[in-house]
T-cell receptor, first 116, second 109 residues
């Protein structure tokens, strides 16, 4: 049981390049989230998904796109990277809400992205 | 939007001291989470509570719904407790969390 995994762990991009970050979870969670973490700021939600085939915008969605084609995977894309997207990106997933339980989030290890 | 504030931002203490980290929020919530982020960057959930108090080992979390305030206590602190502690809240009917900026705790041997 790997929990939540993210690939890659590190990446350096040049301005204008594109890339995709992959998040995978093996806990059969319905909800998945992408956050970015910047110095001096709390985790900020980029996009999230409440189920396979659904996505929604979070607090800071501009410059990012996401897809949830399979329940276990949540992809975050940067079409044209900018230096302002230099950050640490965390993926998280949480329980099936139909259980009636509060949604504890399980986090991946993070991806450190630098855009030059 | 719920505003989440943590205090202090940084805390340095000697091993063995009793530690208190505070979290306040502006709008009524369905639940509050405490998370720990280790120096290596990994984030783990410590507690999730909507009322009262929870205890796990040397860690205790309390919440006062009327005052919109929560505290995380660490008894007999140890250098391995050094980490960033993050408070997050969930509003009613919302599947998203709003995070505080964290409290950086350093325990000196």
């Amino acid at each position: 049981n790997a929990g939540v995994t993210q690939t890659p762990k590190f990446r350096v991009l040049k301005t204008g390049q594109s890339m995709t970050l992959l998040c995978a979870q093996d806990m059969n969670h319905e909800y998945m989230y992408w956050y970015r973490q910047d110095p001096g700021m709390g985790l900020r939600l980029i996009h999230y998904s409440v189920g396979e085939g659904t996505t929604a915008k979070g607090e800071v969605p501009d410059g990012y796109n996401v897809s949830r084609l399979k329940k276990q995977n949540f992809l975050l894309g940067l079409e044209s990277a900018a230096p302002s997207q230099t950050s640490v990106y965390f993926c998280a997933s949480s329980y099936d809400p139909t259980s009636g339980l509060e949604l504890v989030q399980f986090f991946g290890p993070g991806t450190r992205l630098t855009v030059l | 939007k719920n505003e989440v504030e943590q205090s202090p931002q940084n805390l340095t203490a000697q091993e063995g001291e009793f530690i208190t980290i505070n979290c306040s929020y502006s709008v009524g919530i369905s639940a509050l989470h405490w998370l720990q982020q280790h120096p290596g960057g990994g984030i783990v959930s410590l507690f999730m509570l909507s009322s009262g108090k929870k205890k796990h080992g040397r860690l205790i979390a309390t919440i006062n719904i009327q005052e919109k305030h929560s505290s995380l206590h660490i008894t007999a602190s140890h250098p391995r407790d050094s980490a960033v502690y993050i408070c997050a809240v969930r509003n009613f009917g919302n599947e998203k969390l709003t995070f505080g900026t964290g409290t950086r705790l350093t325990i000196i041997p």
